[in-house]
């Protein structure tokens, strides 16, 4: 089946670093990825879409200039939390779709990275 | 706007017990409808889903039927296992407009089944 990885699964970092996550499709081209923020106990929240080659389409609410996203082929996207901050600790997941244009009901998950900020 | 709301947890059952999880939704359109499980340790994973009223999903002795009059995709299984034991996930997704793809989730049901 598709697989989809997330590395690093966990960081720590000090306030006002940089923090990079990958979220790679293994087995397949993902023409389209999607970021999601989870909080304890709490619902995924869609923060961003992004499309292979073009620009991200962020969630209302979400700083574009704090949460960089990048989707430079087909196989990777990255999400940059820029000047981290102890607020922006949290579960990050990404997913993939597999296809172009009207998106199938498979939208593949990574197993999730969590980030805490120091 | 689109909303999903799902019963508190966690649930803790017995094994071979009846579930139930209570999901309904609130939405501008016509969503498609999704129940999404998450093992420890995993990612989420498609459990079942349903793309229009009346429809039944079924996966794995899961089954959820899409009910319009009362906004509802309530989750059942009618005996449960060890392995079972999982976050379940309601969640919509709104068929085409400019939020393609883009899924919804409700908070997220605990599941604890013990032997």
């Known amino acids: 089946g598709a697989v989809v990885s997330q590395h690093p699964s966990r960081v720590i970092c000090k306030s006002g670093t940089s923090v990079k996550i990958e979220c790679r499709s293994l087995?397949?081209?993902?023409?389209?990825m999607f970021w999601y923020r989870q909080f304890p106990k709490q619902s995924l929240m869609l923060m961003a879409t992004?499309?292979?080659?073009?620009?991200?389409?962020?969630e209302q609410g979400v700083e574009k200039d704090k949460f960089l996203i990048n989707h430079a082929s087909l196989t990777l996207s990255t999400l940059t939390v820029t000047s981290a901050h102890p607020e922006d600790s949290s579960f990050y997941i990404c997913?993939?779709?597999?296809?172009?244009?009207?998106?199938?009901?498979?939208?593949?998950f990574g197993p999730g990275t969590r980030l805490t900020v120091l | 706007g689109d909303s999903v709301t799902q019963m508190e947890g966690p649930v803790t059952l017995s094994e071979e017990a009846f579930l139930t999880i209570n999901c309904t939704y609130t939405?501008?359109?016509?969503?498609?409808l999704f129940w999404y499980v998450q093992y420890p340790g995993e990612g989420l994973q498609l459990l079942l889903k349903?793309?229009?009223?009346?429809d039944k999903g079924s996966n794995k002795g899961f089954e959820a039927t899409y009910r319009k009059e009362t906004t509802s995709f309530h989750l059942e299984k009618g005996s449960v296992q060890v392995s079972d034991s999982a976050v379940y996930f309601c969640?919509?997704?709104?068929?085409?407009?400019?939020?393609?793809?883009?899924?919804?989730f409700g908070q997220g049901t605990i599941l604890t089944v013990h032997p």
């Open positions: 997913s993939a779709s597999r296809l172009r244009g009207p998106p199938t009901d498979t939208q593949y």
């Open positions: 087995d397949f081209q993902a023409t389209t």
């Open positions: 992004s499309n292979e080659g073009s620009k991200a389409t962020y």
């Open positions: 939405a501008t359109g016509y969503p498609s």
């Open positions: 349903a793309t229009k009223a009346d």
């Open positions: 969640a919509l997704r709104l068929q085409g407009g400019t939020s393609y793809g883009k899924l919804t």
